[in-house]
C-alpha cells in the first residue's frame, strides 16, 4: 500500500535559519508526490509537487523539495525561514496504482520559526 | 474570487440531528473531494466524485451522503450526528485524476453536542 511518513510532529527552527521537514514514502511504481501548507483556521494550501524530472523542485514562498530515491525521502527545505513559515505542513502521494488515484496524506509536521 | 468555497464555515448542532455542507468550484475542475480533519489534524479521504460519478468513498458510515449535482458543485449531508463527527470538512477539486495538485476550500467546522 501507498504511505507517507512525517516522523517529526513539530520542528522548531530561529527566524533566518535553514529548514527542513521530513517526509518519507513508500509507492509502487513512480511515485507523485506533493507538499502542503495549512496556516491556522484555512484550507490546505499546494507547495509544490515531483512527478518527473529534475530532483530539486522549486515551489511557492521560497521552499523547495528534493526528492531522493534511493532513500525514498521528499523533504521540504527553505534557505531562511520567515516567522511567517509557522504553519502545519503535510506530506502527500498520489496513489497512481489504485485505479482511484486518491491523494494519501502524511500525519503532518508543525513548523514552528521563533523570531 | 473564492476558487473553492464552502458553507457553512461553521455549524454548531445537536446529536441526531441532519445538517448538510455545500462546495462549490470555479475552477472548472472535474474531480471533487470530501476529506475529514479531526482534532488531531489528521487527513482522511472520504468520498471522490469525477465529472458526477462516485469514485471514492472510504469506509465512511452510510449517515454520510454526498452528492454531486454537476462538476462544480459537491455536497455533503449528514444524518443522525454523533460526537464523534465533530471534524473539520474540507471540499478540494483536481484537474482530473491525473497529477494535478488538490485546491482546498476554507473548511466547514462542524461541532456536534
Known amino acids: 500500500a501507498q504511505s507517507v511518513a512525517q516522523p517529526e510532529d513539530q520542528v522548531n527552527v530561529a527566524e533566518g535559519n535553514p529548514l527542513t521537514v521530513k517526509c518519507t514514502y513508500s509507492v509502487s511504481g513512480n511515485p507523485y508526490l506533493f507538499w502542503y501548507v495549512q496556516y491556522p483556521n484555512r484550507g490546505l494550501q499546494f507547495l509544490l509537487k515531483?512527478?518527473?524530472?529534475?530532483?530539486l523542485v522549486k515551489g511557492s514562498y521560497g521552499f523547495e523539495a528534493e526528492f531522493n530515491k534511493s532513500q525514498t525521502s521528499f523533504h521540504l527545505k527553505k534557505p531562511s525561514a520567515l516567522v511567517s513559515d509557522s504553519a502545519l505542513y503535510f506530506c502527500?502521494?498520489?496513489?497512481?496504482?489504485?485505479?482511484?488515484?486518491?491523494?494519501?496524506f502524511g500525519t503532518g509536521t508543525r513548523l514552528k520559526v521563533l523570531a | 474570487d473564492t476558487a473553492v468555497s464552502q458553507t457553512p464555515k461553521y455549524l454548531v448542532t445537536q446529536m441526531g440531528n441532519d445538517k448538510s455542507i455545500k462546495c462549490e468550484q470555479n475552477?472548472?475542475?472535474?474531480?471533487m473531494y470530501w476529506y475529514k480533519q479531526d482534532s488531531k489534524k489528521f487527513l482522511k479521504i472520504m468520498f471522490s466524485y469525477n465529472n458526477k460519478e462516485l469514485i471514492i468513498n472510504e469506509t465512511v458510515p452510510n449517515r454520510f451522503s454526498p452528492k454531486s449535482p454537476d462538476k462544480a458543485h459537491l455536497n455533503l449531508h449528514i444524518n443522525s450526528l454523533e460526537l464523534g463527527d465533530s471534524a473539520v470538512y474540507f471540499c478540494a477539486s483536481s484537474q482530473g485524476v491525473g497529477t494535478g495538485e488538490l485546491f482546498f476550500g476554507e473548511g466547514s467546522r462542524l461541532t456536534v453536542l
Open positions: 502527500a502521494v498520489r496513489d497512481m496504482n489504485s485505479g482511484t488515484y486518491k491523494y494519501i
Open positions: 475552477l472548472g475542475h472535474d474531480t
Open positions: 515531483y512527478i518527473t524530472g529534475d530532483n
